[in-house]
């Protein structure tokens, strides 16, 4: 029985984007950009869902790279001063996660939370770079709310967005990092949507 409830929520967009894609010999770069959660807190950053999810692609033939920009503790007030650097000019897709419990430790309110992620997909989309915001919480009912709270953030960009339930089972002693099979099954769960957001990379550079 899988670890933890990978509930994607994609919301297809239709929209129109030039942009200069990023690609080199080591292939189409990709870039995760959050918290300890990307970052891989707890265990090996090869067993982290950045570069699980990279194998996995690769996997499947295509030729990608994705780089991880994960921080720990970082709020959404740190990932939006570190944007600008941690996501060179040219990358084509950024998959977006954030902590509300950082946010929380730091006193910052769920309505500045919101606001904050929408500051960055702002800056992202403005930039013409695909974007997956990654939605997690431990419960339905802290899922359904940041779906609700989010959805006019996923539905004005045309972004994509993946929600995922960690339950305690899911995750590391500390009760809120993701084990390793956790981190496999998170990398699975976010193949169809980064493959999507790869298909209007190249649908937009044609």
Not at 46 to 69: D, F, H, T
Not at 122 to 133: C, D, E, G
Not at 153 to 169: C, D, F, K, M, S
Request: contains cysteine; glycine residues 6%; aromatic residues 4%.
């Amino acid at each position: 029985m899988p670890l933890l409830r990978p509930l994607v929520s994609l919301i297809f967009l239709s929209l129109a984007f030039t942009c200069t894609v990023q690609a080199s010999d080591k292939g189409l770069q990709i870039v995760a950009f959050g918290t300890s959660f990307t970052n891989g807190k707890g265990v090996f950053r090869s067993e982290a869902w950045p570069a699980k999810l990279e194998k996995n692609l690769n996997a499947e033939g295509l030729n990608v790279q994705v780089s991880n920009q994960g921080e720990d503790g970082d709020t959404t007030l740190e990932l939006k001063s570190r944007l600008p650097k941690a996501i060179p000019e040219g990358t084509p897709i950024v998959l977006l996660e954030y902590a509300i419990g950082n946010n929380r430790t730091a006193g910052i309110a769920f309505d500045d939370t919101v606001k904050h992620v929408e500051e960055m997909v702002s800056a992202l989309v403005a930039r013409n770079i695909q974007v997956l915001l990654i939605i997690r919480a431990g419960n339905p009912d802290m899922i359904e709310r940041s779906n609700r709270r989010f959805k006019r953030v996923v539905n004005r960009y045309g972004i994509l967005a993946i929600t995922i339930e960690q339950p305690p089972e899911s995750l590391l002693v500390d009760g809120r990092h993701p084990t390793a099979q956790a981190h496999t099954e998170i990398a699975a769960s976010m193949v169809a949507p980064v493959k999507e957001l790869i298909t209007r990379t190249k649908l937009a550079v044609k």
